[in-house]
């Protein structure tokens, strides 16, 4: 059975991300977070350097996805990257996935939440009160 | 008997290339607990009665290495070049023979040991050495003790950088405390060893309660945690809020911002972290984190995150002034044109992350979900430390 149809879009974050960078890949990456439930990937094994100003990127980035019933995930974090996330407490709040194609993987893995729902809720048994 | 000390510090290589150096300094100038290894060094051998001690330190051209190792007394310092560096080395050795040494101990920083120099010296004088070397597990290290009267034989030393005697040097097992020194995992081991009092060398400053030593002018504000084992340096600053916790060292002119975390972790001299952070397991300072879980190094250009205060006075002077001056101007226009404040709903402050982050903070995904966020929204979650 094809659960997952919907396209999972896979970025790769620049060297270094700075609020000029953040800004320019934010840019970049609107046209797919406008869409229908987007599901989206960014890949952060190159990032050298990562400021504040990237993480908040990467926490809007999610706002917006879920907003629209989507979702951002994180593959193949860099060390560099894994400290500052760590530092600002952040790592918590996202799924990381150690490679970009687990990532992708992990989205026809699960079911989106609006057919969750409806599935959960014809499955769970009806309790009559006596 | 005159016994005079002499301490070494260069480096061999390109500061980029060589391991024992954090952000371009030597491991053995960086103030761990409130002194550097060579102060403690210093301090070690005139315990022993050896004296006065003289050091010669190589002039980092990228970091100024007097602000680093600021002089103590008894230990006198000079700074050279690196092409000059073993000149410099065994015109001093020449000048403490010429006034009147017998023994010089000379060691070379590097590796931090706790050796019973009396006992050094007298198997040298019972092996009647013209020069004796220190070894760890049979592993000889770079500390000599030399007859002052053998010029020749310690001049070959310094021509060969310590590699080569010309004569055979009985070697001398340690048997005190010895640390490499050679990253930054040994820097916090160090740490961690002065800490738990492992070491005969004692953090500085004044035990508060059991296992927390403060330095004089270290300011902690009402509401920060301070657990012990830690240790707090001259001028540092922990600010409200935060939780200084296992073995963390917070050395001197250092700044701790409200609702950091700072765990199992080195904050070296002159260095602020910024708000609502998590530190753990690292070394940090001049812009650098090395984190020892994940064997990562991550260069931070982020002033909000982390960065260098001023060790300069005037700036900090000016700084300081300009706050106080401005203080009663800013409350009063404050008070007649300011709009009241309210207060934070606590269920927003609930879903709130770093501070740091800007308006991203105000991510929908609770940073402490606790679950009972929304069923009890009077509910206040306090994270203490680590991930209680």
């Not at chain 2, 012990?228 to 540092?236: D, H, M, N, T």
Request: proline share 5%; net charge neutral.
């Amino acid at each position: 059975m094809e659960i997952n149809s919907r396209p999972v879009v896979v970025k790769r974050m620049p060297e270094r991300v700075n609020a000029r960078t953040a800004r320019e890949f934010m840019q970049a990456l609107r046209p797919f977070l406008v869409t229908d439930r987007p599901q989206l990937v960014l890949d952060l094994s190159q990032v050298v350097r990562l400021d504040a100003a990237g993480v908040e990127m990467l926490l809007s980035c999610m706002s917006a996805a879920h907003k629209r019933d989507g979702d951002l995930k994180l593959a193949a974090p860099s060390p560099q990257a894994y400290v500052v996330l760590e530092l600002t407490r952040t790592e918590r709040l996202f799924e990381i996935y150690d490679t970009s194609s687990d990532a992708v993987r992990s989205f026809s893995g699960f079911l989106p939440n609006t057919m969750r729902q409806q599935l959960l809720h014809k499955r769970t048994p009806t309790i009559s009160a006596a | 008997m005159d016994i005079r000390g002499l301490v070494l510090i260069n480096s061999e290589a390109e500061p980029e290339t060589e391991p024992n150096r954090f952000g371009g300094v030597p491991l053995g100038l960086l103030d761990v607990a409130g002194k550097s290894a060579l102060m403690r060094t210093a301090e070690r051998l005139r315990t022993f009665g050896v004296g006065p001690v003289t050091a010669v330190i190589e002039d980092f051209s990228s970091v100024p290495a007097r602000g680093i190792a600021p002089g103590e007394p008894g230990l006198t310092s000079t700074f050279t070049s690196r092409d000059r560096f073993w000149r410099t080395a065994e015109n001093a050795f020449n000048e403490l023979v010429q006034t009147g040494a017998e023994i010089v101990i000379l060691i070379k920083i590097g590796a931090y040991q706790e050796m019973d120099f009396e006992k050094f010296v007298q198997l040298h004088l019972d092996n009647n050495s013209r020069v004796s070397q220190l070894s760890y597990e049979g592993q000889p290290l770079e500390v000599f003790c030399i007859s002052a009267s053998r010029r020749n034989d310690a001049a070959s030393l310094f021509r060969t950088r310590l590699s080569k005697c010309r004569v055979d040097c009985p070697l001398v097992e340690l048997d005190g405390y010895f640390n490499p020194l050679r990253n930054a995992g040994d820097l916090r081991d160090f740490a961690i060893d002065i800490l738990s009092l492992r070491t005969e060398t004692c953090p500085s400053g004044i035990q508060m309660k059991p296992g927390v030593w403060v330095a004089p002018g270290a300011h902690i504000e009402k509401g920060a945690r301070v657990i012990a084992p830690a240790f707090i340096g001259s001028g540092a600053r922990i600010r409200s809020g935060s939780v200084i916790t296992r073995c963390t060292s917070v050395e001197r002119h250092a700044q701790v911002d409200c609702g950091t975390v700072v765990e199992n972790s080195s904050l070296l001299a002159n260095c602020y972290l910024g708000a609502g952070l998590d530190l753990a397991h690292s070394v940090a300072g001049m812009g650098i984190i090395a984190n020892l879980r994940r064997g990562a190094t991550a260069l931070i250009s982020d002033y909000k995150l982390i960065r260098s205060t001023s060790q300069a006075v005037t700036p900090n002077f000016l700084s300081s002034a300009r706050e106080l001056v401005s203080f009663l101007p800013r409350q009063l226009w404050r008070g007649m044109f300011g709009s009241r404040v309210q207060q934070p709903d606590l269920n927003v402050t609930l879903h709130q992350t770093s501070p740091a982050l800007g308006k991203a903070a105000g991510y929908e995904a609770p940073a402490c979900n606790t679950g009972a966020a929304d069923e009890f929204p009077n509910l206040v979650a306090v994270r203490t430390h680590g991930n209680q």
